[in-house]
């Protein structure tokens, strides 16, 4: 409650804090709350808005007007005339007379629709105006779709040093990139230009070099085919988000959750407005009907026992009878456009001779900890790793030797491996109760281990991850001074150690939440349990009991 009451802050001033100063009243910029609060504060202006007879607003129908629109303190007044604009005028006056309040003139703009009249007391927009992140004119909403691209460009160009695992990057494309547009899904679309243009930059980014800076002009390729990116991490995908289902997902998930919204009678008088153009099946508002079509095919293809949408029905919901949520939406419609993710002629291979288990071996790798060599050997059997997938029927750069599959022959067969297997297989059995004999795509088999087996999966990951550093220098450096890396088991021996210890703190935190907020007392349990997927030969014990 001291975010509410008795608060104190400190200002600093040339790096040195003055003491606390007691902060009486106000809430902070960013503060949850503060929306709660000035709703509560602003509730009684604008019901005496609404409630004068002589304000008429605008009308929407037969039945409706509106008057008025609000969050926190932003507020639009809908009007007919200067005379009508005056009495809301006074009336943000003497409110503001009572509670300390006071109307923003430089931020208060009039967009103005047919005949001006003279003298009005704020200026006239000659530009697009910004309400609540959406810019509009006296026509309507003004797309501001293609000024988010040109951002999330340059967003994606700040940050594409900066991360250094496809999973990074994709948590990047979707956090900071992609999500700027979520918002404006609710009034605006992307057309099939700005999904060819998103789509690109996204290629870019995840797939092309570093140091790539992105051009339009050029077309740039994937390291994995579309359906397999879509596909879930578990599944050998990425995760990404195909636009233009994800647009659909949107417009059923706003349809649906206005059909609850009305059913519980918890909606204002645009969202009665939108059910009476429904009804009459005469669409005015903006984006509409599009989402009246997209929610009648997916009742079609995923709830065709629901009442049809004449009816006015409740919104579908899922098997927890709550309203579906807009991820759910999302996973059915991707899943009835792509049946199953298709295998590259590696994969099949892999599976055909090798009689590896390429679904269940993309599940262990999901449990791996060490980031990047998780990373690796994930675009391992994903066949996604940059610069080697065309190298085929043509000489090894490195050993000179016929590649066939440049992933078994790089990471394998090569004979700059072959000259190292013995270190590497001394290096792993070392560190792991589990031994290997041969360095072979066997041994890379993570899938034949429990899965609460934590050493072998992220031990081989780790080495995967330094052969990979190791190959690329040979590969693709063109910086003579740089020196280049070699196989160290002092390395890998350290990055399994701080991993370790790196769980070590997440689980005593885990059991420090168990006791004080659960107040569960399975202490032992979970450190029996952490000891057993963790032990080795150099801490059969990593957390004493």
Not at 75 to 92: Q, R
Not at 119 to 126: A, D, G, R, V
Not at 257 to 268: D, E
Not at 478 to 495: A, C, N, R, V, Y
Request: aromatic share 10%; net charge positive; proline share 4%.
């Amino acid at each position: 409650m001291n975010l509410l009451k008795e608060t104190t802050n400190k200002i600093k001033i040339n790096d040195f804090l003055v003491g606390h100063i007691t902060v009486n009243r106000g809430t902070k910029q960013g503060d949850p709350l503060s929306p709660t609060i000035f709703a509560l504060v602003m509730e009684a202006l604008l019901i005496d808005i609404l409630k004068e007879i002589e304000i008429k607003g605008f009308k929407l129908s037969d039945q409706k007007r509106i008057k008025l629109t609000a969050f926190a303190d932003d507020m639009s007044t809908f009007n007919n005339s200067a005379e009508e604009l005056k009495l809301v005028l006074d009336k943000i006056n003497n409110y503001c007379l009572g509670t300390s309040s006071k109307l923003n003139q430089e931020k208060t703009v009039m967009i103005c629709i047919g005949n001006i009249p003279p003298n009005l007391p704020f200026k006239i927009s000659e530009a697009p105006e910004r309400y609540l992140g959406l810019n509009f004119t006296k026509v309507g909403l003004n797309s501001k779709i293609t000024s988010i691209i040109n951002s999330i460009k340059d967003s994606l160009n700040n940050w594409k040093s900066q991360a250094t695992t496809i999973r990074a990057k994709m948590t990047i494309v979707k956090t900071y990139a992609l999500s700027r547009l979520s918002y404006h899904q609710y009034l605006d679309s992307l057309n099939e230009s700005h999904i060819t243009e998103l789509n690109n930059i996204i290629k870019w980014f995840l797939f092309s070099a570093i140091k790539n800076t992105y051009t339009e002009e050029h077309k740039y390729r994937t390291l994995m085919t579309m359906d397999r990116a879509y596909g879930d991490w578990k599944e050998g995908g990425i995760k990404m988000w195909d636009l233009g289902i994800r647009q659909i997902a949107f417009k059923v998930w706003n349809m649906n959750r206005l059909l609850h919204i009305i059913k519980i009678k918890a909606c204002n008088i645009l969202q009665e407005w939108y059910m009476e153009q429904i009804s009459n099946s005469k669409y005015i508002s903006i984006g509409l009907r599009e989402m009246v079509d997209r929610w009648k095919d997916f009742r079609n293809n995923f709830a065709p026992q629901h009442n049809k949408l004449k009816s006015l029905p409740d919104c579908i919901k899922g098997q927890n009878k709550k309203p579906l949520q807009l991820k759910e939406i999302y996973n059915m419609l991707i899943t009835h456009k792509y049946k199953s993710i298709r295998k590259t002629d590696g994969q099949k291979n892999l599976i055909s001779i090798n009689n590896i288990n390429i679904p269940s071996i993309f599940q262990h790798i999901n449990h791996i900890s060490h980031q990047k060599g998780r990373n690796t050997l994930f675009r391992f059997f994903s066949r996604s790793l940059p610069g080697i997938n065309y190298e085929r029927n043509v000489p090894c750069k490195i050993c000179n030797n016929i590649i066939r599959d440049p992933y078994t022959h790089l990471f394998i067969d090569c004979m700059q491996v072959k000259e190292i297997e013995n270190i590497i297989i001394s290096t792993f059995n070392n560190l792991s109760f589990f031994k290997i004999r041969n360095w072979d795509l066997n041994s890379l088999d993570i899938s034949k281990t429990n899965k609460k087996e934590r050493i072998y999966p992220n031990l081989i990951g780790i080495i995967i991850h330094q052969l990979w550093r190791i190959i690329c220098h040979k590969l693709f450096n063109q910086d003579e001074s740089k020196t280049p890396p070699s196989f160290d088991p002092t390395l890998i021996e350290k990055e399994l150690t701080n991993l370790i210890k790196i769980e070590k703190f997440i689980l005593i935190k885990k059991i420090e939440r168990n006791e004080t907020i659960y107040k569960l007392n399975n202490r032992d349990q979970l450190i029996i349990n952490f000891n057993t997927s963790w032990h080795n030969p150099n801490t059969p014990n990593p957390i004493p009991l």
